[in-house]
């Protein structure tokens, strides 16, 4: 729910309240760090996500679309069993939560 409500400031809010702060992403460097690209629309986001979309295909031979709103909020949209559902988003929640936990960090979470 932390992601949800914004617990965690972006770069570009940040930048807002400290003036001498960079507005830039802290894991691309190239773009300006809103949330949405911060979360999302980063390259390394986006490469991560790509990654734990993989990681539920070859476990639950599932392919899910690739749309910030199952993967950032858990909106999980279809015709799935109980336990795959519960399974999934089991799945999506412990990579949002690892996501948070290098939030400020400039590498994405380890492949473990």
Do not use: V
């Amino acid at each position: 729910y932390k992601m949800c409500y914004r617990w965690y400031l972006s770069p570009s809010k940040l930048a807002n309240i400290y003036p001498n702060m960079s507005s830039m992403c802290w894991k691309c460097k190239q773009m300006r760090g809103t949330f949405f690209h911060s979360g999302w629309l980063c390259p390394k986001s986006k490469k991560y996500w790509k990654k734990i979309r993989l990681w539920i295909k070859e476990i639950t031979r599932i392919q899910l679309e690739f749309k910030p709103e199952i993967f950032l909020l858990g909106m999980l949209k279809g015709d799935y069993a109980n336990e795959m559902k519960y399974l999934i988003l089991h799945i999506i929640t412990a990579a949002r939560i690892a996501l948070a936990q290098c939030w400020k960090a400039d590498q994405m979470p380890a492949n473990n």
